[in-house]
């Protein structure tokens, strides 16, 4: 009988969805080692212990019922929140910047959390709004006070990157909700308009960023540095790269965050071409995964939860390679399940844990 549970329990995971993210993950250690010169320390050792135990962490979520999210969906926004308001008074300080907290065994990112919370809130708002009502004003303004409480706190740090994840997650669940594309393009006029005032509330070194992001070359070995290095890092990988432990931009350290936010550029120097549509592949198979669970799904909680952690889960992906091959602004947001960091990985495995917490519900109804 025992054994049976196990079987079956074992037949409900996404064994391909697994394989892709331990193929993502493991070759994240990979290039984490070759980036530390063929060492362990300082990042791979750490990384795969945080990947093994935040792997387990995933499959725990999975077996969490679809309605215990839709009941905590608020409180875990409050308490995410409570934890910006914490970073902004007694957060530690690194890199310029107030973004975590230090717990002494931990240091934790809530930023990086309320990604996730504000998907789940604002599922659960629309969960018991009617679809035709979701463009309404009284409608509108919960989920606006919702995405602009974390993006202001988020912004104080400063965090310009972490910021406009949330905005971009909030916003696209109000369109995955029915909200009128009509009301995206009143609002985005509106954004355009007060852009010269956006631009005066910015920092001198976010401001740089914009401008080096229009033209790198102004300034090669200061602000543009970044960009210049790992436009060099990729495009000399080629096709099949230049070997294993054989990059000339990374361990000269010529390329800056190699083991961050600029990880696929140190990739891609040893990898190449091959290597970049290796972690391509991947994504796309969790990603086309988490639209099939969505689709499938007949609660509005679980198939706007699922899309939009898909959709958040895309985001990470698609502005991190845009800002490694200066298609975007650098705004500091990692690679997912390949980035050295333990608040990033934890997000994606959880939001990750979740979607097979929704996949395993299939289509069966769900009640507050």
């Given at each position: 009988m025992l054994n049976g549970a196990w079987s079956a329990r074992l037949r409900e995971l996404p064994w391909g969805v697994l394989a892709a993210v331990i193929a993502l993950g493991g070759f994240g250690l990979v290039v984490l080692y070759s980036a530390a010169g063929g060492s362990l320390q300082p990042w791979a050792l750490k990384q795969g212990i945080r990947f093994a135990v935040l792997l387990a962490l995933m499959l725990g979520l999975s077996r969490v019922p679809v309605g215990v999210w839709l009941r905590w969906a608020y409180p875990l926004y409050a308490i995410v929140l409570l934890g910006l308001l914490g970073v902004d008074l007694l957060g530690a300080i690194g890199g310029g910047s107030r973004r975590w907290l230090d717990l002494k065994v931990i240091q934790l990112q809530p930023s990086e959390f309320m990604k996730l919370a504000i998907v789940l809130a604002l599922a659960r708002f629309y969960h018991f709004i009617p679809r035709q009502f979701a463009g309404r004003l009284a409608a509108l303004w919960p989920p606006l006070v919702l995405i602009a409480l974390?993006?202001?706190?988020?912004?104080?740090?400063?965090?310009?990157?972490?910021?406009?994840?949330?905005?971009?997650?909030?916003?696209?669940?109000?369109?995955?909700?029915?909200?009128?594309?009509?009301?995206?393009?009143?609002?985005?006029?509106?954004?355009?308009?007060?852009?010269?005032?956006?631009?005066?509330?910015?920092?001198?070194?976010?401001?740089?960023?914009?401008?080096?992001?229009?033209?790198?070359?102004?300034?090669?070995?200061?602000?543009?540095?970044?960009?210049?290095?790992?436009?060099?890092?990729?495009?000399?990988?080629?096709?099949?790269?230049?070997?294993?432990?054989?990059?000339?931009?990374?361990?000269?350290?010529?390329?800056?965050?190699?083991?961050?936010?600029?990880?696929?550029?140190?990739?891609?120097?040893?990898?190449?071409?091959?290597?970049?549509?290796?972690?391509?592949?991947?994504?796309?198979?969790?990603?086309?995964?988490?639209?099939?669970?969505?689709?499938?799904?007949?609660?509005?909680?679980?198939?706007?939860?699922?899309?939009?952690?898909?959709?958040?889960?895309?985001?990470?992906?698609?502005?991190?390679?845009?800002?490694?091959?200066?298609?975007?602004?650098?705004?500091?947001?990692?690679l997912p399940l390949v980035s050295f960091g333990g608040s990033a990985m934890m997000t994606v495995l959880i939001l990750l844990g979740i979607v097979m917490s929704v996949a395993r519900a299939g289509d069966a109804p769900l009640t507050r």
């Amino acid at each position: 009988m025992l054994n049976g549970a196990w079987s079956a329990r074992l037949r409900e995971l996404p064994w391909g969805v697994l394989a892709a993210v331990i193929a993502l993950g493991g070759f994240g250690l990979v290039v984490l080692y070759s980036a530390a010169g063929g060492s362990l320390q300082p990042w791979a050792l750490k990384q795969g212990i945080r990947f093994a135990v935040l792997l387990a962490l995933m499959l725990g979520l999975s077996r969490v019922p679809v309605g215990v999210w839709l009941r905590w969906a608020y409180p875990l926004y409050a308490i995410v929140l409570l934890g910006l308001l914490g970073v902004d008074l007694l957060g530690a300080i690194g890199g310029g910047s107030r973004r975590w907290l230090d717990l002494k065994v931990i240091q934790l990112q809530p930023s990086e959390f309320m990604k996730l919370a504000i998907v789940l809130a604002l599922a659960r708002f629309y969960h018991f709004i009617p679809r035709q009502f979701a463009g309404r004003l009284a409608a509108l303004w919960p989920p606006l006070v919702l995405i602009a409480l974390p993006a202001a706190l988020v912004m104080l740090q400063p965090d310009l990157g972490t910021a406009l994840a949330i905005v971009f997650g909030g916003v696209m669940m109000m369109f995955l909700a029915g909200v009128s594309l009509w009301l995206f393009a009143g609002a985005g006029a509106a954004v355009a308009a007060a852009l010269p005032v956006a631009w005066s509330l910015m920092h001198d070194y976010q401001k740089k960023r914009v401008l080096i992001f229009m033209d790198p070359a102004s300034d090669p070995l200061g602000a543009g540095y970044h960009i210049t290095q790992s436009k060099i890092a990729i495009g000399s990988g080629g096709l099949l790269g230049k070997g294993f432990l054989h990059g000339t931009q990374s361990h000269l350290d010529y390329l800056p965050e190699l083991h961050t936010d600029f990880i696929f550029a140190t990739m891609a120097e040893e990898w190449g071409l091959a290597g970049g549509l290796f972690v391509l592949a991947g994504f796309t198979v969790i990603l086309a995964w988490a639209v099939r669970v969505a689709l499938r799904a007949q609660a509005p909680f679980s198939r706007l939860a699922a899309m939009g952690l898909g959709v958040t889960l895309f985001f990470y992906l698609a502005i991190n390679l845009m800002m490694v091959t200066g298609l975007a602004p650098v705004v500091g947001i990692p690679l997912p399940l390949v980035s050295f960091g333990g608040s990033a990985m934890m997000t994606v495995l959880i939001l990750l844990g979740i979607v097979m917490s929704v996949a395993r519900a299939g289509d069966a109804p769900l009640t507050r």
